[in-house]
């Protein structure tokens, strides 16, 4: 099943639920698809180095991160870095200390007021 998720990270959807509580299976999976942190379990969708590799991959994946997580300004910073939208899965505290800026190559990311 790892040689699978290395291949296809959203396969761990079809794993075991032992499997989808192994840490380093999961990191595996989030790390080819940060959004197979879907399916991992609540104790690894609040286990900071899954998240932070997952929103690496794809920022769209905070979503799926605990709320305490959703609190951590790096991990926003570094999802939205990837993926602007990712702002939205934030914590509200967040969202009045955060803001999106043009960059000139169409990036965006995320500075203090």
Not at 45 to 52: A, I, Q, T, Y
Not at 55 to 78: H, M, N, P
Not at 88 to 108: D, F, I, M, R, V
């Amino acid at each position: 099943m790892l040689f699978v998720v290395n291949q296809d990270g959203l396969a761990v959807r079809y794993a075991s639920l032992e499997l989808k509580s192994d840490r380093e299976f999961v990191l595996v999976a989030v790390k080819q698809n940060g959004s197979a942190l879907r399916y991992a379990s609540e104790e690894l969708k609040g286990d900071r180095e899954c998240v932070l590799v997952a929103v690496k991959q794809a920022g769209s994946a905070l979503r799926y991160a605990s709320q305490e997580l959703q609190k951590d300004r790096e991990i926003v910073i570094v999802a939205v870095e990837q993926d602007a939208l990712a702002l939205q899965y934030a914590s509200k505290e967040l969202h009045g200390e955060l803001e999106l800026q043009e960059k000139p190559n169409n990036c965006h990311a995320c500075r203090r007021h």
